[in-house]
């Protein structure tokens, strides 16, 4: 069991490939960074002990190509999720559904070859939103329909031919677009 204190987990920088199911009990995290180890698949369920106390969750730079459908579903007061440079080459539909306080989402990095509608339905508190160096050929119309607060999005080194009407409809909070350099 875990230190009730503990508030911060940095493991990063190690060759992690997974987590005992059990290993966070009785913690009350905040924020677990998991950058750079070796985890291929990740079964999210070891963050249910953690579920009414974690904000942010970095997994970049391991070697995630799939996440299990409503993975995130205990996790709805997570604020900021980096999963960039991982393997992912597509996603569930309901993948990010449970994340209505998620603020900031990192899924750079990828291979991902397309955007899901309804990927982003359920963010309504999302602000910032990074898909550089993918692989996404257009951008589906009201892709971004219920992300109001949403200030910068990053769709930069993808592949983008076509960007549908009304893609960016009910974006009044939009600073930022970078879609540069997309063939």
């Known amino acids: 069991y875990a230190n009730p204190n503990l508030r911060v987990l940095d493991i990063n920088n190690n060759r992690l490939t997974s987590i005992h199911v059990r290993a966070l009990t009785g913690s009350r995290l905040e924020w677990i960074n998991l950058n750079f180890n070796q985890f291929v698949t990740f079964n999210f369920t070891w963050l249910d002990s953690v579920r009414e106390t974690l904000t942010v969750l970095d997994m970049m730079s391991n070697r995630l190509q799939e996440i299990q459908p409503a993975a995130f579903r205990n996790l709805g007061i997570l604020r900021s999720l980096n999963l960039g440079t991982n393997f992912f080459t597509d996603l569930p539909g309901d993948a990010f559904n449970a994340l209505t306080n998620l603020q900031i989402l990192f899924l750079h990095g990828n291979f991902l070859n397309l955007l899901r509608p309804g990927w982003f339905n359920s963010m309504f508190a999302l602000t910032e939103l990074r898909l550089e160096f993918n692989l996404v ?25 076509s960007i549908n009407r009304n893609a960016f409809g009910n974006l009044t909070a939009l600073r930022s677009f970078y879609g540069e350099i997309n063939f």
Do not use: V, W, Y
């Open 137 to 161: 050929p257009s951008l589906p119309a009201r892709i971004f329909a219920n992300n109001h607060n949403l200030r910068d999005i990053g769709l930069s080194f993808n592949q983008i031919t």
